[in-house]
């Protein structure tokens, strides 16, 4: 890399020929000079055009600055400043890193040798010597600089390959002469001259000066002003070339007058003579804070400034819904320029919170949901991973999370959906079919399990006999096999969860007379449980319109009926849904036990906190003697028929019952409720979240999870059968008609989050 110090020249020139851009000082015509001087023909050297004064003495003659009449070249200021160059005049110049390929060098001092006309040429070499054996003053840690305003003394070569404005390696400059009309005496004069090397400017660096923060990947201007030794203010009295650099090497300098800092960036900047100020254009990325400096080209400590710098945007990448209790996964805080970029950054915290109070949000600052909860949480930003948070909500609510980092602040909205879902539809007078809509579609059918329960007045089993499936997201599809009957009211309910829930939904007519075998897609487990309906055919409810299904470990299904018989769902027979639950953390246990004629109850050792029970009957078995339920105590499930009236007990009955325990921190509440009349209320015992909540009775099979006991042999389904609503803070039971006594085991499951 070629260093040339500013040496003193022979008067080959004179004050006039600075400046001139050619390879050698001999001009041929106006085109081997810059666009500020024009060859003189009368002695073949580049010269400043003028249209009147000319600086330093010269006379303006023909258009060009001439030396006058006594040859003598004239005197610079002693400023320094460049001929034809006011030195009261602040000006910089941006340096490429490009090597010049010759240079005109001039005194320090600004002196021009006497004007005889000489020309040479410059050239880099390793040993630094001049052409006649005279030693150069050896140059280190210069960049490269070159300087292209009119009039400007040239300076020292840099160049970078840090990209921080500091010189890797500098070689030594050596110059050799080719004289064009001179005499040995300034051959002489000019390797005297060259032995000599400049001295520093008296303003010895030029310190940043940054106002206010600045913006990441803006293009802002920097201010720097010469300072002597001492950091205090100063003037340059000769050209001052600085390199500028930023401690993080993610900054960019360019030059003042590139407002929009699209051109190639600088890594140096030429100040002229006279100035006590000088601007330049730069673009930080790295917040809070980075380092910027300058440095003296011919050497000395460099001058720094720390400037606030902060991003122009928060980048958040979160969801924006999840449901209740479900663990956001990385919520992402990216920090970015003005163009949109993520930028670099030191420790710079990010604050994560909520904007409601009391929040029913809990903020984690990790990625899972993992640590301490709270209402705020601070995370360090990192460069490729962002600040990294966490959120889970307490109830189904809108709640807006604020994110703040380095002075910039921003919301970002996130619903949290109920687990629990619930609405009523109705299967209308004359109609086999009712598709119910989810109010909002779940996110996973496998995920969710669907729970009903119906009330009717029509006894007949095509009509009264319904079943239900969740067809889809959106969509529970509800079917009886009749299409004459009265009208029929379906309460329904879906639980959804995130994880720890698989959910088989299936469908199957009867198979054979002995019991349908249905097969799962995949195995079941101790924590599965199966939900159950039946629809079919008939005028008059008899032993066909009773099944037990049960659930076989760990693949297998089978369903039957008290007769047996199967009639093919195409012929108005037997058509079931299921569905196969298997809840993480919960436990099950089933079996199946015949209940004697004329035994109202009957207990099996098993442990759990709700119960399901289904049924069959042979020969013609009254609402009264087969509706059944299973109620758990202890270490103790009981089985309950006739609601405790042994008169209408005529027949045995197998009951196919689970007990199941839910996870730990799942709560269950048990109502034994009992009355008369179509329609009862509770209270429940506290406030409970309905977006949390489901309930079911322990009698499944004919029209849902809605059955129960009921006393009086005239009794029918629909005494036996309900609807079961629960609001904020009461349960409502109600049934299609009311002729008997009725029971029901309700249960009241609270899933927290």
Known sequence: MRVIPHVVLAA????????????????????????????????????????????????????????????????????????????????????SSAPATSTVLTSSTGTSAPAAASSFSSSSSSEGRSSSGTSLPTATSQPEVSSSAPGATSGPDVSSSSGRGRSSSFGRASASFTPARSSSAVLASSAAALSSSAAPPAAVNALPDPVGAYVAGSCNRLRLVMVDANDTPATTNAVLSLNLFTYDALGQFFADSDTTCSAPPIAALDVLAGAVEAHVRVVLRTVPSTTLGAMNAFGGPARTATVSV???????????????????????????????????????????????????????????????????????????????????GLRDHAENLRISAAGLEQLHALTFDARVQRGTCFLLANSGAVDCPVYRAVRDVNRTMMLF?????????????????????????????????????????????????????????????????????????????????????????????????ELQLPSTVIVRNGRPACIPVSSGGEDYALQVVTWTGASVVSGTLQVPINAGSMG?????SAALATWRASGSPTACAAFTEAEPAGNLVTLLRGNSDTGCATAAVDTTWQALSFPAAVTVTAFGLQFSGTSATWPLNSNVDPGSTFVFASGQGYSGQGGGTVAGITSVASDAVATLDVSLSTLTVTRGTGTGAVRFLVQVVCVPP
């Open 310 to 392: 902060i991003p122009s945007a928060l980048q958040v990448t979160a969801p924006t819904s999840l449901l209740v209790g479900e663990c956001s996964g990385a919520i992402r805080v990216h920090l970015l320029d003005n163009a949109g970029q993520r930028v670099a950054a030191g420790s710079v915290t990010v604050t994560l919170d909520v904007t409601e109070a009391p929040s029913q949000v809990e903020l984690f600052s990790s990625a899972n949901c993992t640590g301490y909860p709270s209402s705020t949480a601070q995370a360090l930003w990192n460069t490729t991973n962002g600040a990294v948070f966490s959120a889970r």
């Open 604 to 608: 099996v050792a098993a442990t759990g």
């Open 12 to 95: 080959a020139l004179g004050a006039a020929g600075t400046g001139c851009h050619t390879a050698a000082f001999v001009c041929g015509s106006d085109a081997d000079c810059d666009q500020v001087h024009g060859c003189d023909p009368a002695d073949r050297v580049c010269r400043r055009r003028c249209t009147g004064a000319c600086a330093g003495g010269l006379t303006c003659e023909d258009g060009l600055c001439r030396p006058g009449s006594a040859g003598a070249a004239s005197s610079s200021s002693s400023s320094g400043v460049a001929p034809g160059t006011s030195g009261a005049t602040s000006l910089a110049t941006v340096t």
């Open 453 to 549: 329960s119906s009330r009717f007045t029509d006894n007949t089993p095509r009509n009264s006999a319904i079943t239900c499936q969740l067809a889809n997201t959106s969509t529970i599809a509800c079917r009886r096999a009749g299409t004459d009957g009265a009208i029929a009211v379906i309460s329904w309910q879906v639980f959804e969860s995130a994880t720890g829930l698989s959910v088989q939904h299936l469908t199957s007519g009867c198979t054979s007379d002995t019991g349908t075998f249905i097969t799962l897609p995949t195995p079941a487990t101790a924590s599965s449980f199966l939900l159950f309906s039946a629809r079919g055919g008939g005028g008059t409810i008899n032993d066909d319109d009773f099944r037990t299904a």
